[in-house]
């Protein structure tokens, strides 16, 4: 038995060697499900706010007011709704996370005083929740079915 693959476990009998491995194999199946997930609802998020805020390419280095704004928007959602970390944001969009910090902070403030940014964003959160709804209630048809 290989015991570099548990350090500092020493006696154990195969049963819980076992069980142990399945437990491994069961987190990793989840980390990936969760994985799929996530990037599934990311691209949907990106989609979602190129076309309301009327953007052609959310993931440009560009600097005007519309992309950046869809870009907020688009952060603001991963990070409150999906929970993603400011690292994974900034990996997709090839930005540092410090940026993504300072645009969901930006999101706080255009959501408070601009009512055209309200809008729109209020508009691409109902898409994404009614997504996840829909999402939802069919695993739940899968899962019933079998």
């Known amino acids: ?3 570099w693959i548990f350090p500092g476990i ?3 009998n195969k049963f819980e060697y076992d069980e142990l491995v399945v437990s491994k194999r069961f987190e990793s199946l989840k980390q990936l499900e969760k994985a799929l997930l996530e990037s599934s609802y990311t691209e949907y998020i990106i989609n979602i706010c190129q076309k309301i805020f009327e953007v052609k390419d ?3 280095t560009k600097r005007n007011r519309d992309l950046t704004e869809a ?6 959602l991963m990070k409150k709704i999906l929970l993603m ?3 994974k944001i900034g990996r997709i969009y090839r930005k540092d996370h410090s940026t993504i910090i ?3 902070k930006e999101h706080n403030n255009l959501y408070q005083y601009t009512t055209e940014y309200r809008t729109r964003f209020n508009d691409a959160r109902n898409l994404l929740i009614e997504k996840m709804k ?4 069919a695993k739940e ?3 019933n079915k079998q």
Do not use: C, L, P
Not at 134 to 137: L, P, T, Y
């Open 1 to 3: 038995m290989n015991y």
């Open 71 to 76: 870009r907020f928007a688009s952060w603001y």
């Open 85 to 87: 970390t400011y690292m």
């Open 58 to 60: 959310i993931k440009s």
């Open 134 to 137: 829909r999402d939802d209630e």
């Open 102 to 104: 300072h645009g969901v």
């Open 10 to 12: 020493t006696n154990f």
């Open 141 to 143: 048809r899968i899962k």
